[in-house]
Protein backbone atom coordinates (compact mmCIF):
# COMPACT_ATOMS: atom_id res chain seq x y z
CA UNK A 1 0.00 0.00 0.00
CA UNK A 2 1.58 3.16 -1.10
CA UNK A 3 2.58 5.36 1.99
CA UNK A 4 1.43 8.90 0.71
CA UNK A 5 -1.90 8.19 2.04
CA UNK A 6 -3.23 7.36 5.46
CA UNK A 7 -4.97 4.22 6.77
CA UNK A 8 -8.73 5.65 6.97
CA UNK A 9 -10.08 4.64 10.52
CA UNK A 10 -13.40 4.32 9.72
CA UNK A 11 -15.49 3.98 6.29
CA UNK A 12 -14.82 6.30 3.92
CA UNK A 13 -15.99 7.46 0.46
CA UNK A 14 -13.29 9.97 -1.43
CA UNK A 15 -13.66 12.93 -3.79
CA UNK A 16 -11.21 12.18 -6.12
CA UNK A 17 -10.58 16.22 -7.76
CA UNK A 18 -9.03 19.40 -8.05
CA UNK A 19 -10.21 21.75 -5.52
CA UNK A 20 -12.54 19.25 -3.70
CA UNK A 21 -12.66 21.63 -0.61
CA UNK A 22 -14.41 23.97 -2.69
CA UNK A 23 -17.49 21.14 -3.26
CA UNK A 24 -20.48 21.63 -1.28
CA UNK A 25 -20.21 17.81 -1.34
CA UNK A 26 -18.01 18.34 1.73
CA UNK A 27 -20.77 19.51 3.85
CA UNK A 28 -23.55 17.87 2.14
CA UNK A 29 -22.25 14.68 2.69
CA UNK A 30 -22.63 14.12 6.40
CA UNK A 31 -25.88 15.69 6.16
CA UNK A 32 -26.77 12.91 3.27
CA UNK A 33 -24.97 10.30 5.63
CA UNK A 34 -27.39 11.11 8.46
CA UNK A 35 -30.51 11.13 6.83
CA UNK A 36 -29.06 7.44 4.96
CA UNK A 37 -28.01 6.09 8.02
CA UNK A 38 -24.31 5.78 6.60
CA UNK A 39 -21.82 5.41 9.00
CA UNK A 40 -19.03 7.12 6.77
CA UNK A 41 -17.04 10.07 6.31
CA UNK A 42 -15.87 11.95 2.88
CA UNK A 43 -12.53 12.54 1.84
CA UNK A 44 -10.92 14.63 -0.97
CA UNK A 45 -7.94 13.88 -2.38
CA UNK A 46 -6.84 17.18 -4.88
CA UNK A 47 -4.63 16.10 -8.13
CA UNK A 48 -3.30 18.86 -10.68
CA UNK A 49 -4.85 18.93 -13.91
CA UNK A 50 -3.30 15.52 -16.29
CA UNK A 51 -1.15 14.40 -13.22
CA UNK A 52 1.33 12.06 -13.74
CA UNK A 53 0.19 8.49 -14.36
CA UNK A 54 1.98 7.17 -10.71
CA UNK A 55 -0.16 9.19 -9.07
CA UNK A 56 -3.40 8.27 -10.50
CA UNK A 57 -2.27 4.59 -10.16
CA UNK A 58 -1.04 5.49 -6.38
CA UNK A 59 -4.84 6.62 -5.49
CA UNK A 60 -6.20 3.50 -7.03
CA UNK A 61 -4.17 0.97 -5.11
CA UNK A 62 -4.01 2.76 -2.00
CA UNK A 63 -8.10 2.30 -2.31
CA UNK A 64 -8.07 -0.88 -3.20
CA UNK A 65 -5.63 -1.71 -0.24
CA UNK A 66 -6.91 0.00 2.42
CA UNK A 67 -9.72 -1.98 4.62
CA UNK A 68 -11.64 1.48 5.21
CA UNK A 69 -11.73 3.07 1.74
CA UNK A 70 -14.86 1.84 0.41
CA UNK A 71 -14.85 3.93 -2.69
CA UNK A 72 -14.38 7.34 -4.79
CA UNK A 73 -16.31 9.56 -7.23
CA UNK A 74 -14.07 10.77 -9.59
CA UNK A 75 -14.25 14.71 -11.61
CA UNK A 76 -12.07 16.50 -13.77
CA UNK A 77 -9.55 12.87 -13.35
CA UNK A 78 -11.87 10.39 -14.98
CA UNK A 79 -10.06 9.84 -18.45
CA UNK A 80 -6.47 10.09 -16.93
CA UNK A 81 -6.84 7.61 -13.64
CA UNK A 82 -8.74 4.96 -15.90
CA UNK A 83 -5.87 5.20 -18.45
CA UNK A 84 -3.70 5.40 -15.65
CA UNK A 85 -5.16 2.50 -13.29
CA UNK A 86 -7.62 0.45 -15.77
CA UNK A 87 -5.66 -3.03 -14.44
CA UNK A 88 -5.92 -2.53 -10.69
CA UNK A 89 -9.44 -2.70 -11.12
CA UNK A 90 -11.18 -6.60 -10.86
CA UNK A 91 -14.52 -5.68 -13.12
CA UNK A 92 -15.64 -2.38 -14.84
CA UNK A 93 -19.32 -1.69 -16.25
CA UNK A 94 -20.15 -1.55 -20.15
CA UNK A 95 -19.99 2.10 -20.08
CA UNK A 96 -16.46 2.38 -18.89
CA UNK A 97 -15.29 -0.21 -21.42
CA UNK A 98 -16.92 2.29 -23.81
CA UNK A 99 -15.77 5.66 -22.61
CA UNK A 100 -12.47 4.51 -21.16
CA UNK A 101 -13.36 6.21 -18.27
CA UNK A 102 -14.19 5.76 -14.57
CA UNK A 103 -16.16 8.52 -12.49
CA UNK A 104 -17.14 5.98 -9.45
CA UNK A 105 -14.93 3.45 -7.80
CA UNK A 106 -16.34 0.88 -5.39
CA UNK A 107 -15.65 -2.69 -3.60
CA UNK A 108 -17.63 -5.98 -4.35
CA UNK A 109 -15.94 -8.11 -1.58
CA UNK A 110 -12.30 -7.60 -2.09
CA UNK A 111 -12.77 -6.48 -5.69
CA UNK A 112 -12.40 -3.20 -6.93
CA UNK A 113 -15.00 -2.20 -9.92
CA UNK A 114 -14.98 1.05 -11.85
CA UNK A 115 -17.74 2.82 -13.56
CA UNK A 116 -18.54 5.12 -15.69
CA UNK A 117 -21.76 7.23 -14.29
CA UNK A 118 -21.87 9.94 -16.52
CA UNK A 119 -24.37 8.52 -19.44
CA UNK A 120 -26.95 7.95 -16.60
CA UNK A 121 -26.68 11.18 -14.69
CA UNK A 122 -26.81 13.57 -17.23
CA UNK A 123 -29.37 11.61 -18.43
CA UNK A 124 -30.96 12.47 -15.34
CA UNK A 125 -30.16 15.86 -14.69
CA UNK A 126 -31.54 16.52 -18.81
CA UNK A 127 -34.75 14.45 -17.68
CA UNK A 128 -35.10 17.19 -15.33
CA UNK A 129 -34.78 19.90 -17.75
CA UNK A 130 -36.59 19.11 -20.81
CA UNK A 131 -39.44 17.59 -20.30
CA UNK A 132 -40.61 14.10 -22.36
CA UNK A 133 -41.60 15.25 -25.93
CA UNK A 134 -39.96 18.86 -25.96
CA UNK A 135 -37.36 17.50 -28.85
CA UNK A 136 -39.95 16.76 -31.31
CA UNK A 137 -42.78 19.38 -30.47
CA UNK A 138 -40.14 22.35 -30.85
CA UNK A 139 -37.85 20.75 -33.68
CA UNK A 140 -34.65 21.98 -30.71
CA UNK A 141 -31.14 20.84 -31.74
CA UNK A 142 -28.32 20.19 -29.20
CA UNK A 143 -25.28 21.86 -28.91
CA UNK A 144 -22.34 20.78 -26.59
CA UNK A 145 -19.50 22.76 -26.26
CA UNK A 146 -16.70 20.41 -25.27
CA UNK A 147 -16.29 16.82 -26.48
CA UNK A 148 -14.96 15.26 -23.64
CA UNK A 149 -16.17 12.51 -21.09
CA UNK A 150 -19.32 14.41 -20.09
CA UNK A 151 -19.96 15.30 -23.06
CA UNK A 152 -19.73 11.85 -24.96
CA UNK A 153 -21.67 10.37 -21.72
CA UNK A 154 -24.44 12.73 -22.86
CA UNK A 155 -24.65 11.64 -26.44
CA UNK A 156 -24.66 7.71 -25.14
CA UNK A 157 -27.68 8.59 -22.95
CA UNK A 158 -29.37 10.34 -26.06
CA UNK A 159 -28.54 7.44 -28.49
CA UNK A 160 -30.06 4.94 -26.30
CA UNK A 161 -33.29 6.97 -26.01
CA UNK A 162 -33.04 7.32 -29.88
CA UNK A 163 -32.53 3.35 -30.29
CA UNK A 164 -35.56 3.02 -28.27
CA UNK A 165 -38.01 5.34 -30.24
CA UNK A 166 -37.73 8.34 -27.82
CA UNK A 167 -37.63 11.96 -27.60
CA UNK A 168 -33.94 13.00 -29.11
CA UNK A 169 -32.90 16.04 -30.41
CA UNK A 170 -33.32 16.28 -34.26
CA UNK A 171 -29.48 16.78 -34.58
CA UNK A 172 -26.22 17.60 -32.24
CA UNK A 173 -23.09 19.30 -33.08
CA UNK A 174 -20.20 19.15 -30.84
CA UNK A 175 -17.34 21.44 -30.86
CA UNK A 176 -13.85 21.44 -29.23
CA UNK A 177 -10.51 22.79 -29.18
CA UNK A 178 -8.55 20.27 -29.73
CA UNK A 179 -9.03 18.10 -32.96
CA UNK A 180 -8.07 14.81 -30.98
CA UNK A 181 -11.17 15.13 -28.73
CA UNK A 182 -13.60 15.28 -31.72
CA UNK A 183 -11.92 12.38 -33.61
CA UNK A 184 -12.52 10.62 -30.38
CA UNK A 185 -16.08 10.51 -30.03
CA UNK A 186 -16.45 10.30 -33.62
CA UNK A 187 -14.81 7.07 -33.16
CA UNK A 188 -17.23 5.91 -30.38
CA UNK A 189 -19.99 7.48 -32.36
CA UNK A 190 -18.96 5.50 -35.53
CA UNK A 191 -18.65 1.93 -33.44
CA UNK A 192 -22.31 2.28 -31.96
CA UNK A 193 -23.86 3.45 -35.93
CA UNK A 194 -25.16 6.42 -33.74
CA UNK A 195 -28.76 7.62 -34.28
CA UNK A 196 -28.58 10.78 -34.46
CA UNK A 197 -27.47 13.24 -36.70
CA UNK A 198 -23.96 14.78 -35.27
CA UNK A 199 -21.72 17.18 -35.85
CA UNK A 200 -18.27 17.84 -35.18
CA UNK A 201 -16.63 20.92 -35.60
CA UNK A 202 -13.20 22.35 -34.36
CA UNK A 203 -13.81 25.49 -32.48
CA UNK A 204 -9.76 26.70 -31.41
CA UNK A 205 -11.56 30.08 -29.64
CA UNK A 206 -14.77 30.95 -28.70
CA UNK A 207 -15.65 33.20 -31.88
CA UNK A 208 -16.10 29.74 -33.40
CA UNK A 209 -18.42 28.84 -30.66
CA UNK A 210 -20.75 31.40 -31.09
CA UNK A 211 -21.09 30.58 -34.93
CA UNK A 212 -22.18 27.46 -33.89
CA UNK A 213 -24.99 29.19 -31.74
CA UNK A 214 -26.10 31.34 -35.01
CA UNK A 215 -26.72 27.56 -36.58
CA UNK A 216 -29.26 26.53 -33.99
CA UNK A 217 -33.16 26.49 -34.28
CA UNK A 218 -34.83 28.06 -31.74
CA UNK A 219 -35.81 26.37 -28.52
CA UNK A 220 -32.59 24.92 -28.95
CA UNK A 221 -29.87 23.52 -25.74
CA UNK A 222 -26.45 25.10 -25.53
CA UNK A 223 -24.36 23.08 -23.09
CA UNK A 224 -21.46 24.00 -21.37
CA UNK A 225 -18.89 21.15 -21.05
CA UNK A 226 -15.63 22.82 -20.94
CA UNK A 227 -14.93 22.78 -18.06
CA UNK A 228 -14.48 26.18 -18.29
CA UNK A 229 -15.92 28.29 -15.31
CA UNK A 230 -15.07 25.54 -12.75
CA UNK A 231 -11.69 23.81 -13.18
CA UNK A 232 -10.20 26.77 -15.28
CA UNK A 233 -11.51 30.79 -15.49
CA UNK A 234 -13.57 32.01 -18.48
CA UNK A 235 -16.47 30.70 -20.91
CA UNK A 236 -16.41 28.96 -24.14
CA UNK A 237 -18.09 31.66 -25.91
CA UNK A 238 -17.48 35.24 -26.34
CA UNK A 239 -19.30 38.10 -24.68
CA UNK A 240 -21.41 38.78 -28.14
CA UNK A 241 -22.54 35.29 -28.28
CA UNK A 242 -26.49 35.03 -29.82
CA UNK A 243 -28.39 32.29 -28.00
CA UNK A 244 -31.16 30.48 -29.95
CA UNK A 245 -34.79 32.04 -28.87
CA UNK A 246 -36.19 30.05 -26.29
CA UNK A 247 -33.89 28.38 -25.82
CA UNK A 248 -31.84 26.75 -22.87
CA UNK A 249 -28.67 27.40 -21.33
CA UNK A 250 -27.37 24.63 -19.35
CA UNK A 251 -23.72 24.55 -17.81
CA UNK A 252 -22.43 21.14 -16.47
CA UNK A 253 -20.69 23.61 -13.23
CA UNK A 254 -22.63 24.43 -10.14
CA UNK A 255 -19.90 26.57 -9.03
CA UNK A 256 -17.21 28.79 -9.87
CA UNK A 257 -17.10 31.52 -11.67
CA UNK A 258 -19.64 30.68 -13.92
CA UNK A 259 -19.10 33.14 -16.57
CA UNK A 260 -21.81 31.22 -19.66
CA UNK A 261 -24.36 31.33 -17.22
CA UNK A 262 -23.36 35.19 -16.64
CA UNK A 263 -23.78 35.70 -20.58
CA UNK A 264 -26.78 33.69 -20.77
CA UNK A 265 -28.57 35.57 -18.16
CA UNK A 266 -27.43 38.73 -19.46
CA UNK A 267 -29.50 37.70 -22.41
CA UNK A 268 -32.32 36.03 -20.63
CA UNK A 269 -35.21 38.00 -21.02
CA UNK A 270 -34.51 39.24 -24.96
CA UNK A 271 -33.62 35.71 -25.86
CA UNK A 272 -36.38 34.42 -24.13
CA UNK A 273 -34.27 31.56 -22.35
CA UNK A 274 -34.25 28.89 -19.67
CA UNK A 275 -30.98 29.24 -17.96
CA UNK A 276 -30.05 26.21 -15.92
CA UNK A 277 -27.10 25.14 -13.64
CA UNK A 278 -25.45 22.25 -12.79
CA UNK A 279 -27.08 21.54 -9.48
CA UNK A 280 -29.47 18.40 -10.43
CA UNK A 281 -26.00 17.38 -12.30
CA UNK A 282 -24.50 17.62 -9.19
CA UNK A 283 -27.19 15.75 -6.74
CA UNK A 284 -27.73 13.01 -9.52
CA UNK A 285 -24.08 12.67 -10.16
CA UNK A 286 -23.23 12.04 -6.22
CA UNK A 287 -26.48 9.74 -5.19
CA UNK A 288 -25.79 7.49 -7.77
CA UNK A 289 -22.01 6.70 -6.71
CA UNK A 290 -23.00 6.67 -3.24
CA UNK A 291 -25.13 4.25 -3.92
CA UNK A 292 -23.15 2.42 -5.45
CA UNK A 293 -20.26 2.54 -3.57
CA UNK A 294 -22.41 1.87 -0.07
CA UNK A 295 -25.05 -0.76 -1.94
CA UNK A 296 -27.76 0.75 -1.22
CA UNK A 297 -31.32 2.17 -2.99
CA UNK A 298 -31.83 5.90 -3.51
CA UNK A 299 -34.36 7.21 -6.09
CA UNK A 300 -34.09 9.07 -8.78
CA UNK A 301 -36.93 10.57 -8.38
CA UNK A 302 -39.88 11.56 -5.92
CA UNK A 303 -40.40 12.01 -1.88
CA UNK A 304 -37.04 10.74 -1.03
CA UNK A 305 -34.82 12.08 -3.78
CA UNK A 306 -36.33 15.45 -3.38
CA UNK A 307 -35.76 15.41 0.39
CA UNK A 308 -32.35 15.12 -0.17
CA UNK A 309 -32.04 17.22 -2.86
CA UNK A 310 -33.58 20.02 -0.13
CA UNK A 311 -31.11 18.83 2.85
CA UNK A 312 -28.22 19.70 0.19
CA UNK A 313 -29.89 23.30 -0.79
CA UNK A 314 -30.18 23.90 3.11
CA UNK A 315 -26.61 23.23 3.81
CA UNK A 316 -24.79 25.16 0.94
CA UNK A 317 -27.59 28.22 1.92
CA UNK A 318 -26.43 27.63 5.60
CA UNK A 319 -22.46 27.58 4.93
CA UNK A 320 -22.64 29.95 2.49
Do not use: C
Request: no cysteine.
Amino acid sequence: MPGHYAPATRPTMYFIGVTTTKSSIMKVFPAWARELNLNAVIQGIDLPLDDTPDHYREVVDFIKNDPHSLGALVTTHKLNLYKAAHDLFDGVGRDTELLDEVSSISKRGDQLWGHAMDPVTSGLALEGIVPDGYWARTGAELLLLGAGGSALALTLYLHNRAKAGRDVPSRIVVTNRREARLREMRAVHERLGFAIPVEYHLAPEPSANDAQLRTLAPGSVVVNATGLGKDRPGSPLTDDAVFPGRGIAWDFNYRGDLVFLDQARARQEARHLRVVDGWLYFIHGWTRVIAEVFHIDIPTQGPAFERLSRIARHVTQENA
